[in-house]
């Protein structure tokens, strides 16, 4: 393997938590290599919210943008690349990561920031709308809507949950249970705070100019709404969390320790598949932690070998000035 494969950090995706921490690490002075596969959450929206600075950037531009950051740090390289494989090394060294062409590399620590993905609802038509009129998260999207007609899609305790939740943008509610029903406590409570409940099943979504006009029943009902916040369940991005081996919390999400370390030495994880707050101001701030907690790792390692080999150390300070400070 070449020397110039050997990183300190291998970060696997480049959402806000992987572009954040990359910068974080790049400002270290760490060797830092960030691959991804061009699979972002928000593939679908053209606008993002609630990133201060940045409230409504187009999600292409805050990467254009962040692309541009890291760019001034030479130490960072960025690939457009799928990790397939981790194998760690003997001696706690650090891992092997494999791409998808073949190709490895060597990492002495690796940061997770894959991501997940929203599992849209069966719904005919849903999938064009997404982004511009159907949502997942009333954090990103309710402001646009508020005071509006917006219908609310999911099951059980999850629809409750979000019509609950959209209580604090609008009034005019309608949740769609799509052929199931509710328990009489649940229907009680939502009535007493002017929350409608359609349980027909739906046939389609009909749009005007792209965006949602009307939810069709199979009953041949249609209700006219300006949008829909659905909650259904999302898929993790990558299995390679799962392959290492790192625990998992009841919520679902990597488990991380201090710092964003997971239960595997050398392995951090940061972004949604923590199962956090699911906004990109969140993950780009687990991203920022999970960096210090990589750099600080490395900073001590180095530090305790230099101590065990003093003579080595002065020698390698001697003939180059920062040498040793990084392996
Ligand atoms: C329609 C929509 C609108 C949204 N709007 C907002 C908003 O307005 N405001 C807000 O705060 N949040 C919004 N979000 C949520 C936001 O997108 C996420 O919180 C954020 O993207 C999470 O960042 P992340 O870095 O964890 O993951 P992601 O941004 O999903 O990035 C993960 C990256 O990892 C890559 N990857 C995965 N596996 C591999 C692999 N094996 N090898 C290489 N690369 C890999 C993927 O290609 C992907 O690019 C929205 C989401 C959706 C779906």
Redesign the pocket.
């Known amino acids: 393997m070449r020397r110039s494969e050997d990183w300190d950090v291998v970060i696997?995706?480049?959402?806000?938590?992987?572009?954040?921490a990359a910068l974080v690490l790049g400002r270290a002075r760490r060797r830092v290599l960030i691959?991804?596969?061009?699979?972002?959450?928000?593939?679908?929206?053209r606008?993002?919210?609630?990133?201060i600075t940045r409230d409504?950037i187009d999600?292409r531009e805050f990467r254009a943008l962040a692309h541009e950051e890291l760019a001034r740090y030479d130490q960072v390289e960025r690939r457009s690349?799928?990790?397939?494989g981790v194998r760690p090394l003997a001696g706690g060294l650090g891992f092997k990561v494999k791409?998808?062409r073949g190709s490895e590399v060597r990492s002495r620590k690796l940061l997770?920031?894959?991501?997940?993905?929203?599992r849209l609802p069966q719904v005919p038509g849903i999938e064009k709308l997404?982004?511009t009129s159907?949502?997942?998260?009333p954090?990103?999207?309710g402001w646009e809507f508020r005071d509006r007609a917006v219908a609310v899609y999911g099951h059980g305790k999850r629809g409750f949950e979000m019509a609950r939740a959209m209580t604090a943008w609008t009034a005019d509610i309608v949740l769609c249970t799509d052929g199931e029903r509710l328990t009489a406590g649940a229907q009680r409570q939502l009535q007493r705070n002017g929350i409608q409940v359609r349980t027909a099943a739906i046939s389609k979504l009909e749009a005007r100019s792209g965006r949602l006009k009307r939810i069709v029943f199979h009953d041949g009902d249609a209700l006219a709404r300006e949008a829909l916040f659905f909650d259904t369940p999302s898929s993790?991005?990558?299995?390679?969390s799962r392959v290492i081996g790192c625990d998992y919390g009841d919520d679902g999400g990597v488990k991380c320790g201090q710092y964003s370390s997971t239960s595997v030495p050398g392995v951090y994880a940061?972004?949604?598949?923590?199962r956090d707050?699911?906004?990109?101001?969140?993950?780009?701030a687990?991203?920022t932690r999970a960096a210090f907690g990589i750099n600080r790792a490395l900073t001590r390692e180095d530090f305790a070998t230099r101590l065990r080999s003093p003579a080595a150390s002065t020698r390698e300070s001697a003939s180059r000035p920062g040498a040793g400070r990084k392996r």
């Open positions: 696997v995706g480049a959402g806000p938590a992987g572009l954040s691959c991804d596969k061009g699979t972002p959450r928000n593939w679908a929206s606008q993002m919210h609630g990133f409504g999600p690349a799928t990790v397939v791409f998808a997770l920031a894959t991501g997940v993905l929203d997404f982004g159907v949502f997942q998260c954090y990103c999207h993790e991005q990558s299995a390679l940061a972004g949604n598949i923590t707050v699911q906004l990109a101001i969140v993950a780009a687990e991203g």
